[in-house]
């Protein structure tokens, strides 16, 4: 069964330090997302990503984030001058359709970010 | 974006139906109705989704009343492994936004 993989599993960086994750979303898909969730609360939306550029984006995705598509099969997600906040599990999702009637989102497991 | 209502927690027993209600008020004429799974550590995990009446699936069912202001999930016999949180989620995008969920424990 195809899935969305991510890298890396656990990072423990440094506040201010920089952190790229990564993702192989399914083969097929057109739209990508990035989705986070800090221990014990809630997931949380960042952003959609669809034809090469971002579509829609939460308060939460602000000038500190960023997202790129590098090549055919990569989805990352940047995040610049890392705070102790920035803690969480990140999860890639990706779907078929997107816009109206997305339909089934496919998350990854996720990467873990710890912010020391 | 609609907002939905639901149990914080239920328990329940292998070999037991198990229903859980969501309200959504608000919900617009263009929202679809799903519902996704999620264990500790893992990202969230597609179950079902539906517009109006019923929906079935292999691992799942979802009622839907005609005015779509509420529905519910519905997991026949459900086993230890069923254990963790389910989310009700209304929209018509990938931006979803997640709410608490159920918290459902599975005892023997």
């Not at chain 1, 952190?19 to 083969?27: A, K």
């Not at chain 1, 939306?45 to 500190?64: A, T």
């Not at chain 1, 610049?80 to 497991?109: I, N, P």
Request: aromatic fraction near 12%.
């Amino acid at each position: 069964e195809p899935e969305v993989t991510q890298t890396p599993s656990h990072q423990v960086t440094q506040m201010g330090q920089e952190v790229i994750l990564r993702c192989v979303p399914i083969s097929n898909h057109l739209y990508f997302y990035w989705y986070r969730q800090i221990l014990g609360q809630k997931v949380e939306f960042l952003v959609s990503f669809y034809n090469n550029e971002i579509s829609e984006k939460s308060e939460i995705f602000d000038d500190q984030f960023s997202v790129e598509r590098p090549d055919g099969s990569n989805f990352t997600l940047k995040i610049r001058s890392t705070k102790l906040e920035d803690s969480a599990m990140y999860f890639c999702a990706s779907s078929v359709a997107g816009g109206r009637h997305t339909g089934e989102l496919f998350f990854g497991e996720g990467s873990r970010l710890t912010v020391l | 974006l609609a907002k939905t209502t639901q149990p914080i927690s239920m328990d329940s027993y292998e070999g037991q139906e198990v229903n859980i209600t969501c309200s959504h008020n608000n919900i617009a004429t263009n929202d679809y109705i799903t519902w996704y799974q999620q264990f500790p550590s893992q990202g969230p995990r597609f179950i079902i989704q539906g517009y109006k009446t019923k929906v079935t699936n292999e691992v799942a069912s979802l009622f839907i009343p005609a005015d779509r202001k509420s529905s519910t999930l519905s997991l026949p016999r459900v086993s230890l492994s069923d254990t963790a949180v389910y989310y009700c989620l209304v929209g018509d995008g990938g931006a979803l936004t997640f709410g608490s969920g159920t918290r459902l424990q599975v005892q023997p």
